[in-house]
């Protein structure tokens, strides 16, 4: 018997039930503490600027006088962003503030007349878009949604609070594409604090694991501002281990294996009918189309795991968590100001959904992305949302299917990377139709 094989039996057999009852004592704990990762007081910091005539927004006066927006249980598990449960004239609500996100007075205060402030929110609307066709129509709006009391007359807190609101992500996608049924409802704002609608369904929680074990929250309250820290030091550990052989082959895919089950027997709401699954899938690909095709220009998900969308009561796909959406001139820009040795240097966000290469010659990167929403969203998650449906089933024929959505994802893989809205719409027609096809059966026996 190799040392291989004597290691992979000593982990399936002694480590697998220890680890098992690791990650339920976590997950006991996880869901027994309160977490206060949303910190401090935000209430009373976003009154305190609202009297003093810093920040506007429709649901200040809810917050800081009627008192019909209120602050419920924090759903945070990381501390550069404060989510809340909350109650809005006695609906639910999910109530966010991304913090680090300062506004400051004194770069608004020379503004006179009403056209500066508009030019304001129009050079904000240019870095994000370009010299858009219909960028001046965005700004009419925008500028209308900041005029709070509707009196014509924008004030430098009525700007100040909707330009940081545009250099947010999130914010900035739900303002300037809140007419699609793909984006959760945003009814309102008081500053950098943002209401949007509350979604029964987590993606994941039906469909798919994507969670990562860094991503719970497990110290006690005490120990939680070196929580980051700790987390970010335990990625650098990460990373070091996967330089060894024997970590990669062996204890990387048991812990994978580890999470699936954890997933499937303890985080997983329910089991998904394969119609559900298709359901999904084909509102997923609408997603992609709405963000592929605004008026202004192209959004590209930098983070598009199955975590960072949700379902409405009537089924339809959201996006949940937007923090890392952007429109892609912005993204652009952003990669080309990149001083790069190489091609890991060229990307935005945390992963490598939005990356380019680098120009040796130049030492920069180029504005050109390696791949779309078609590309990452299709090929990562069609396969994840219908991963062992024979075994789920306990339907050995459904292997076929398994593998004729494996084959598709494969195909998405190798799209090209389209430019043009319309190339785009093609590809994901050309998607949905094969998803349709396989939904009816219609693919090779594999038997």
């Known amino acids: 018997m190799t040392i291989y094989r004597i290691i ?37 910091e976003l009154c305190n600027q609202y009297e003093q005539n ?80 219909n960028c001046s129509d965005l700004t009419d709006r925008l500028a209308k949604t900041a005029d ?20 947010t992500p999130e914010p900035s996608m739900m303002l300037i594409i809140n007419d699609s049924k793909h984006v959760p409802e945003m009814y309102g704002y008081c500053g950098k604090l943002y209401a949007v609608e509350k979604l029964p369904v987590i993606a994941d929680s039906v469909f798919g694991y994507t969670w990562n074990f860094l991503d719970l929250a497990v110290l006690p309250s005490i120990l939680e501002p070196f929580e980051d820290s700790l987390k970010r030091n335990a990625e650098i550990i990460y990373k070091s281990l996967k330089t060894f052989k024997i970590v990669r082959e062996w204890i990387f895919p048991f812990i994978e294996d580890l999470k699936y089950f954890v997933y499937q027997k303890i985080l997983r709401m329910r089991l998904p009918s ?41 089924s339809e796909v959201k ?24 091609d890991r240097n060229c990307r935005v966000g945390d992963f490598y959904e939005c990356s380019s290469e680098c120009d040796q010659s130049t030492g920069f990167c180029t504005s ?25 089933f306990k339907n050995q024929t459904l292997i076929c299917l398994e593998k004729a959505i494996y084959k598709l994802a494969a195909f998405c893989y190798t799209l090209p990377t389209e430019k043009l809205v319309s190339e785009i719409k093609d590809d994901i027609e050309i998607v949905k139709e094969k998803l349709l096809h396989i939904s009816r059966g219609e693919f090779d026996s594999c038997l």
Request: charged share 20%; glycine share 4%.
């Open 319 to 342: 996006i949940i968590d937007g923090d890392q959406v952007l429109p892609i001139h912005y993204l652009q820009l952003v990669l080309t100001s990149k001083k790069c040795i190489n």
């Open 274 to 314: 394969l119609e559900e699954r298709f359901n999904f899938s084909l509102s997923l690909m609408d997603t992609v189309l709405a963000l592929s095709s605004t008026p202004y220009g192209m959004f590209q998900s930098c983070d598009s795991h199955l975590g960072n969308f949700g379902l409405s009561v009537n």
């Open 148 to 167: 709070v009391n509707n009196d014509g007359q924008l004030t430098p807190a009525e700007t100040m609070t909707m330009v940081t609101l545009l250099q």
């Open 8 to 44: 992979k039996v000593f982990m399936k057999w002694c480590l697998l039930p220890g680890f098992v009852a690791a990650v339920a004592s976590v997950l006991v704990l996880f869901i027994s503490d309160y977490h206060e990762m949303c910190g401090k007081d935000h209430v009373k």
């Open 54 to 133: 810093l920040i506007a927004g429709p649901l200040c006066h809810d917050l800081c006088q009627s008192k019909t927006l209120t602050f419920d249980t924090c759903l945070s598990t990381q501390p550069d962003k404060a989510i809340y449960k909350g109650t809005w004239k006695n609906e639910e609500v999910i109530l966010k503030i991304r913090n680090g996100v300062e506004i400051e007075s004194y770069s608004f205060s020379h503004l006179k007349t009403n056209e500066d402030h508009k030019n304001q929110i129009s050079a904000t609307v240019k870095i994000l878009f370009g010299e858009c066709e």
């Open 368 to 392: 050109e992305l390696e791949k779309r929403n078609i590309q990452n969203i299709c090929s990562d998650s069609l396969a994840l949302i219908f991963r062992n449906i024979s075994e789920d």
